[in-house]
């Protein structure tokens, strides 16, 4: 056994033994690891995890500065209410429609503000939409297609991916992306 798996096996002990550690015997642990008292607000098993976490990071390093600055960015937009910054907004913008084919059927949905149009019915979300229409539960994102765009800048130079010569859709969705509308422009059912 060499000396790192023996080190391995020792941490992995050590971790697996917090749980059983009394309150005051975390809190010392708390103390010695962090260098300062534990909030006495913090839980027993609260403690415990983030005992093993710090255990972890002390012995093989923590998250780089690259995701501690993008874990900073998100915060910071999630308290500015801005859900796009944070990548955890709409994927579909207001108009767009997503069509496909199940069972010898075409099935169209736009996307609106504030969820999904389908059938003459609003729906929260695309998922629920994929159920209606199959029966079961399914990923909505999946169902109709939709690649989720990647974090990170997003405003770098678009798509990645190399068109096809001549490519239609290798699956069975197809997304028409919405077009602005002049102002003063009624939108037609």
Known sequence: ??????????????IAR???????????????????PAPKSLRRNFLARALAYQTQVEAYGGLSETTKRRLREIA???????TDAAGIGSQT????????????KTHTVTALTD??????????????????????????????GIQRAPLGNKNAAGSRRKPLSGEQASSDALIRPALPRPRGARRHA
């Open 76 to 82: 910071a937009a999630v308290r500015r209410g801005d």
């Open 18 to 36: 917090l749980p059983d550690l009394g309150l005051n015997e975390l809190r010392a642990r708390w103390k010695t690891l962090f260098g300062h």
């Open 1 to 14: 056994m060499s000396r790192q798996t023996k080190d391995d096996a020792s941490l992995e002990a050590e």
């Open 93 to 104: 913008r207001r108009g767009t429609q997503m069509i496909r084919q199940w069972k010898d």
């Open 115 to 144: 969820g999904f149009e389908w059938d003459g019915q609003v729906y929260k979300s695309l998922s629920a939409i994929a159920k209606a229409i199959t029966g079961t539960n399914w990923n909505g994102f999946a169902f109709f």
